[in-house]
C-alpha cells in the first residue's frame, strides 16, 4: 500500500484501490454457482467465503493481504464475509450508518459490548468504539458500481467521531459533506467500519455485485471468539 491510500485511508476513511482484480478473475468468481442469489437471499449471501473456494482463495490472496496487512499487521484475520448483488429485482435503500456490529460464535455478556441482535442464527454485538478502530473493510467490486447502481456514498471524515448517536448523523453528514464511492470493475474500496456511509436504490438495469470483506486487528475478550 502506497502513502498516498494509507494517508486517505487514516484523514478520510476511505481509500480506492484500482485494479486490483483483472476481468478474468472476476469472470471466475462471477460465474461460481456458490455466487446464484437465491430466493431466500434477497440482498445478499453471508458468509460467502464458507461457501465458496474462489472467494475463500481471494480473501486470502496476497493482493487482499497486501492491502489489509499494512494497516491492521500480519496477525488481522477474516472475521466477516458477504456477497451483496444489488439490482432491479434486489433492490434496497440503506441509510447513513456506521457498521458497528461484529459476529460472534456465542452470547456472553460483557462491559462495554451492547447492542446484542441475531442475523441468520448467528449472534452480533457493538463492541466499543476503541477495538472497531481496530478493523478494516475490504469491498471487492465485481461491476462497475456509480450514482446510477448503488454505489456507496461517505462522509469523509466522520470515521473520527466515534461511535455517532443517529440524532446527530444529519448534522455529522452536513459537516463532513457527503463523497460518491465510484468504482470500477476489480477496484476494491478500503473503509473504516465507524465512517458514515450510505447506500441508495439502484435506477440501473446493471446488477451491482460487492464481496464486502471485514478484517479484525484485535482479539475478543475471552470468552467471546
Not at 481509500?15 to 430466493?39: D, H, K, M, R
Not at 473456494?53 to 477474516?78: N, Y
Not at 446527530?168 to 478500503?190: I, K, Y
Request: glycine share 4%.
Amino acid at each position: 500500500m502506497n502513502a498516498a491510500l494509507k494517508a486517505s485511508l487514516e484523514n478520510n476513511g476511505y481509500a480506492i484501490v484500482p485494479s486490483v482484480l483483472t476481468q478474468n478473475e472476476i469472470s471466475l468468481l462471477a460465474n461460481e454457482p456458490s455466487f446464484q442469489l437465491q430466493n431466500n437471499a434477497p440482498v445478499g449471501i453471508r458468509s460467502i467465503v464458507q461457501k465458496s473456494i474462489a472467494a475463500h482463495a481471494l480473501a486470502h490472496s496476497p493482493a487482499i493481504r497486501s492491502l489489509v496487512e499494512p494497516v491492521l499487521g500480519a496477525k488481522a484475520r477474516l472475521v466477516r464475509s458477504i456477497l451483496f448483488n444489488k439490482n432491479r429485482d434486489t433492490n434496497w435503500n440503506v441509510t447513513w450508518h456506521q457498521d458497528l456490529s461484529i459476529a460472534v460464535r456465542s452470547r456472553f455478556d460483557i462491559s462495554g459490548f451492547v447492542a446484542w441482535s441475531e442475523k441468520e442464527g448467528v449472534p452480533h454485538v457493538q463492541p466499543p468504539p476503541t477495538l472497531l478502530e481496530q478493523m478494516l473493510t475490504v469491498r471487492i467490486h465485481l461491476d462497475d458500481a456509480n450514482a446510477n447502481n448503488g454505489a456507496l456514498w461517505v462522509a469523509p471524515g466522520s470515521h473520527r467521531c466515534g461511535r455517532i448517536r443517529s440524532e446527530e448523523t444529519t448534522a455529522t453528514v452536513a459537516h463532513f459533506g457527503q463523497h460518491l464511492c465510484a468504482a470500477q470493475a476489480g477496484d476494491v474500496l478500503l473503509m473504516r467500519p465507524l465512517l458514515l456511509h450510505t447506500s441508495r436504490k439502484t435506477e440501473s438495469d446493471v446488477q451491482r455485485r460487492v464481496i464486502h470483506l471485514e478484517f479484525s486487528g484485535f482479539n475478543l475478550p475471552a470468552p467471546l471468539e
